[in-house]
């Protein structure tokens, strides 16, 4: 609309333009207009007249259609006057042609019968025929003079039905006369699912019955099909409609999957202790198996829109879902629940089942539901460790039992590689715990920490047990000393142990303990490392206690006349000391370099021990110089023997030696005069000295009077102590018999 009043302005100006090109026109503007005026006037006037003419035509048309229109309404009327008329007429003819009607029905029905009157009078012969051919499992021809029989009765129960629905008589009668026909049906379809039942076996033998049975089951359905579209149209059907074939064909393959699952279990747990991975086993390859199968074989058998594969996929995953859901609901053992779990959660979707190459792409595993519930897997999870922590406990408590047993043996513990005592318990300890930890991580990382957190924790409560153990088996020997035979060996075994476990504990925490983990269990593995310390520590002292029993008659003659006068005391002890320390030899190094120590230090005690007794008071000066020479003499037997059992273990052995010698200088010295300061140099590189220890040490002397000891003891008092910041005290050990200062200055 726009572009056309555009195009109107434009040449509105241009004629304008060209009616004054001079400037003598401009005179005659006004006549201009007025003729322009008159010419729009005569346009309009002319299309105002085509208008009305346009619109006199329209009426004219519709007034002569409107003529027309009734006109025929006219006919119309009429028409149906002497239809009405004609109708009134004819009632009396309707009724009399009744007999004619039901003659017509009569004639249908006898032309049916005609029809089928050969297979009616031969019906007992082709049921007998059809018989022969199912027994010789030529089903396809069977079935089709089965349909034959079956098309004359239906036909003839129609033509009855159409004739009279309510004459349940006649309708029984044909019923009856085609009753053999039945009992084919069925026996028929007896064959067929025979043959479905064993399809698997069936598409590998002989895939020609497999695909006639497939054949008879579609031509049925397409019968059904039918019949039920007649119902629809009729409200007739004949008798066993529908037989859904493929319906039950499907329910009984499906009733043979389960069978064929739960069949598979061979074993019970009082005839086989695996009997539930056999049983997994079995369905395993079996699954595999028949899937492989069907997939290859079995669905070129079926027609495409069967999805054979698929419906055979979902039913064995159905009836697996089942049969584990059944196994998980048994009172299952801890190694069971493992091995149920360990095959759901992960053997089924593996490439040695589900996953399994051949089977791709049709099955996707990442498609296919869980068997079980995660709820059913949890609980299998929670009744897994609260098993296995009962198995633990006992486990642990009949290792310990045993090893005790191995205590009291009357030959020696066996040696490792390297020559150490031990017992088994380490072995059979960590043996178990790493079977457990290799069964869990089959199911998954999260239960293999569980179990390893579970097996730490009841190592660190079976470690408590491990020490009281050790300690009751020190105090029975103890009562008699004799017995156990091997005491000392097995001790040393108890004490290697020790390390070993130790040991075992960083190896499984290296092995199956993620690096994020090891802070959760530093506690608990500090408690055990202490714990194992303890029990070692105290077995090494009461190995050590057995030495110094013995060594008990000698450490008494030290510090006597008989000793002052030649006695082998201390040839002796060394002796008894090396002596033990070559079965001690087993002991590993790390408790073995203590013991030394130990051993080291407890001998300088008993010697000092010995001093401060007073079991002697030296007369005079040249007895004074031979006992501190005796002194200095055994100190480095002392000093030798234990730099001898300390080789390579990097242990200091001249510290507390020196200690004695340091004693025997003062023992030593002649002049009474310098004793204070000899007493301070001892009491200033040994602090721990107490004042009865100097009155003891004043006494064996001999030559201190009592106001002399009194001046020393009340000076050392007033003085500074500085004592070595590397001074083990020693002294703190020792009591002197006489408690108080006064009594030893009397």
């Not at 005179?27 to 322009?36: A, H, I, N, T």
């Not at 009753?179 to 598409?203: I, P």
């Not at 055994?634 to 990097?650: C, N, Y």
Request: hydrophobic residues 40%; proline residues 3%; aromatic residues 6%.
């Amino acid at each position: 609309m726009e572009e056309t009043d555009r195009e109107a302005v434009a040449t509105a100006v241009q004629r304008v333009a060209g009616m004054l090109q001079r400037p003598v026109q401009l005179d005659k503007v006004e006549q201009y207009r007025r003729r322009e005026a008159r010419k729009k006037a005569s346009v309009e006037a002319r299309l105002k007249v085509q208008t009305i003419q346009s619109q006199l035509d329209g009426v004219r048309t519709g007034l002569s259609q409107l003529h027309n229109a009734l006109n025929d309404v006219k006919d119309i009327q009429q028409s149906l006057i002497d239809v009405n008329k004609d109708w009134r007429q004819s009632i009396n003819t309707i009724e009399n042609l009744k007999d004619v009607k039901d003659a017509v029905v009569q004639h249908s029905q006898l032309a049916a019968a005609v029809e089928n009157l050969k297979n009616i009078f031969s019906v007992p012969e082709i049921v007998r025929e059809t018989q022969d051919l199912i027994e010789r499992g030529e089903l396809l021809q069977a079935h089709r003079k089965l349909m034959d029989l079956e098309c004359s009765r239906d036909n003839l129960m129609y033509e009855q039905y159409r004739m009279d629905s309510k004459n349940t008589h006649d309708m029984n009668l044909i019923h009856t006369y085609f009753g053999d026909m039945q009992k084919l049906s069925e026996e028929l379809a007896k064959q067929l699912w025979m043959v479905v039942q064993r399809s698997l076996v069936t598409v590998r033998r002989d895939p020609t019955l497999l695909v006639s049975v497939v054949r008879i089951i579609e031509r049925e359905e397409k019968i059904d099909r039918r019949m039920l579209d007649r119902k629809k149209q009729t409200g007739f059907i004949p008798p066993g409609r529908p037989k859904k074939w493929k319906e039950k064909m499907f329910n009984i393959l499906e009733r043979t999957v389960s069978t064929r699952i739960e069949g598979t279990q061979a074993d019970t747990r009082e005839s086989d202790k695996m009997w539930l991975v056999r049983h997994l086993e079995i369905i395993r390859k079996y699954v595999l198996d028949d899937l492989l199968v069907a997939k290859t074989l079995l669905d070129q058998c079926f027609p495409p829109h069967y999805d054979i594969f698929n419906k055979l996929l979902n039913m064995y995953h159905q009836a697996l879902s089942t049969r584990m859901q059944e196994l998980a609901a048994e009172d299952l053992e801890a190694n069971e629940i493992v091995s149920l779990l360990s095959w759901v959660l992960n053997t089924y979707k593996s490439a040695e089942m589900m996953g399994n190459p051949e089977l791709s792409p049709e099955v996707d595993i990442n498609s296919l539901d869980p068997l079980i519930s995660q709820n059913v897997v949890e609980q299998l999870l929670n009744k897994y460790m609260s098993t296995l922590t009962s198995n633990i406990i006992g486990w642990l408590r009949k290792a310990l039992e045993t090893d005790k047993k191995d205590w009291i043996k009357e030959t020696e513990p066996e040696a490792d590689q390297d020559g150490y005592y031990q017992t088994t318990l380490p072995a059979i300890v960590f043996q178990m715990f790493e079977q457990n930890l290799q069964v869990a991580a089959q199911i998954n990382e999260d239960l293999k920490t569980k179990v390893l957190l579970l097996c730490l924790q009841q190592m660190n409560s079976f470690l408590t047990r491990y020490k009281d153990e050790a300690q009751l088996y020190k105090e029975e020997h103890l009562k008699n000393r004799r017995y156990p035979q091997c005491y000392v060996q097995y001790m040393i075994a108890v004490i290697n142990n020790c390390q070993t476990f130790k040991e075992s504990i960083v190896s499984l925490k290296r092995k199956y303990l993620k690096t994020e983990m090891e802070d959760t269990l530093s506690i608990s593995h500090t408690s055990m490392d202490a714990t194992l310390d303890v029990i070692a520590k105290e077995g090494c002292s009461s190995l050590l206690d057995e030495v110094f029993m013995d060594l008990e008659p000698h450490l008494n003659e030290l510090m006597t006349k008989k000793w002052l006068m030649g006695s082998n005391a201390v040839g002796t002890i060394c002796v008894t000391v090396e002596d033990y320390f070559n079965d001690f030899a087993k002991i590993k190094k790390p408790y073995k370099k203590t013991m030394t120590i130990e051993a080291h230090r407890r001998v300088v005690v008993e010697y000092i021990r010995a001093i401060m007794l007073k079991r002697i008071s030296f007369k005079n000066a040249e007895e004074r110089k031979e006992g501190a020479e005796i002194m200095i003499k055994e100190a480095e037997q002392f000093r030798f023997l234990f730099k001898k059992l300390a080789a390579g273990s990097g242990e200091d052995t001249e510290g507390l030696c020196d200690i004695i010698e340091a004693i025997a200088e003062v023992i030593k010295l002649t002049d009474p005069s310098l004793l204070y300061l000899e007493v301070s140099m001892l009491v200033s590189k040994y602090p721990d000295i107490r004042d009865d220890h100097i009155a003891a040490l004043l006494t064996v002397r001999g030559d201190a009077s009592r106001d002399m000891k009194q001046t020393i003891i009340e000076t050392l008092d007033q003085g500074p102590s500085q004592p070595n910041p590397n001074y083990v005290p020693i002294f703190k050990e020792i009591t002197v018999p006489t408690l108080t200062v006064p009594k030893l200055l009397k």
